[in-house]
């Protein structure tokens, strides 16, 4: 599916937007739902995916491709996360509508459906097949978490294996913090939002590989109980039937869990894994409009980045479900959502 914005800052002509996916990590359809025992409530949904007319509910994780009229009226290729199903989605995507070389790849945030494809980017530039390199935008908290998981991805001498590994050239973005992709007059504002909250009581232990030294869990059991026995915080045994678990400290305030959204010149803003966007961020995006602080302090977080909210053409919203969910937006924020951004825009929204 491809939708068009008109770029503002270079030229007349539009930015093409192609969604590569619109699902959950989990994607769709679900295998439990289409290996189900006979007798079971059939789900249709995933049922549907199985017969041509329901292709459309082949859900991948959520990722666009974005052609951007950048200097000299050229197009840059930018693509927005790379999750566990940007392989499959780029095999069908990419001929389709012409797409090749990609000239930035952005990730809003270090979850599997956002940046556990990043690997698959060695099709562009395994013997430099494409291009040499692919350009990488990340958060300093993202590429701790790729040098974590993938140490291969961010140096050579943690491959194995053949040695076939993707070229990669990182960039570390921060929040509200405007930049650049490499000189091609494409500029991009990224901002935070909540996705969620962090469960862990404190920072992970860092922990900085080597090709000498083996990963925490191939060294001692990633917990302390077999398989499938229930593992909480604090607890070094299974519980025992009847038993309370250990409950969170509710003294402790909720840290949320961060994720990037971006605006891209100024024609366009993508947020796609949100529960909530702080009142500081809605000044960010709109300075224009009245603060509504929700018992916030109203703090503008602006970092020097001024200028009218960007102006938008068209619209495209989802909410997950009917009911409130800790890590997503559902059908009421999505209304609220709606009522807030009615100003952006060049042309009414429609009702």
């Not at 494809?117 to 390199?133: E, K, M, N, V, Y």
């Not at 529960?275 to 916030?296: A, C, K, M, Y």
């Amino acid at each position: 599916m491809a939708t068009n914005a008109t770029s503002h800052n270079q030229s007349d002509d539009p930015v093409e937007l192609i969604f590569l996916g619109t699902g959950t990590s989990s994607s769709l359809p679900h295998v439990d739902c289409l290996t189900a025992p006979p007798g079971a409530k059939p789900c249709r949904t995933c049922l549907s995916t199985l017969k041509p007319e329901g292709k459309k509910n082949i859900r991948r994780n959520t990722s666009v491709a974005m052609r951007i009229p950048g200097k000299d009226g050229k197009k840059i290729t930018v693509i927005i996360d790379v999750g566990k199903s940007f392989q499959a989605a780029a095999v069908e995507w990419f001929p389709k509508y012409g797409l090749r070389r990609i000239d930035a790849v952005l990730i809003t945030h270090a979850h599997a459906d956002a940046m556990n494809g990043l690997d698959d980017l060695r099709g562009w530039t395994l013997r430099s097949s494409i291009q040499s390199h692919v350009d990488l935008y990340v958060s300093q908290a993202t590429f701790k978490e790729v040098q974590r998981a993938f140490p291969y991805l961010v140096a050579k001498e943690y491959a194995s294996g053949g040695g076939d590994v993707p070229e990669f050239k990182w960039h570390i973005i921060e929040d509200r913090v405007p930049f650049e992709i490499e000189d091609t007059g494409v500029f991009i504002k990224p901002f935070s939002v909540h996705h969620g909250r962090i469960f862990s009581t404190a920072p992970p232990v860092e922990f900085m590989p080597s090709p000498w030294s083996g990963s925490p869990t191939s060294t001692t059991a990633s917990t302390p109980n077999p398989p499938g026995s229930p593992v909480h915080p604090g607890c070094h045994t299974p519980l025992q039937p009847g038993a309370l678990a250990p409950t969170t400290d509710l003294t402790k305030p909720i840290q949320p869990y961060l994720c990037f959204g971006f605006v891209i010149q100024e024609s366009v803003v993508y947020i796609s894994d949100v529960s909530r966007i702080p009142e500081d961020v809605w000044n960010f995006l709109l300075p224009n409009t009245p603060t509504i602080t929700h018992g916030t302090n109203g703090t503008n977080g602006l970092n020097g980045v001024n200028g009218p909210p960007p102006m938008l053409d068209d619209s495209t919203l989802s909410g997950l479900t009917l009911l409130a969910l800790d890590t997503r937006f559902h059908t009421k924020s999505m209304s609220y959502l709606e009522k807030r951004l009615r100003g952006s825009f060049r042309r009414p929204m429609p009702s």
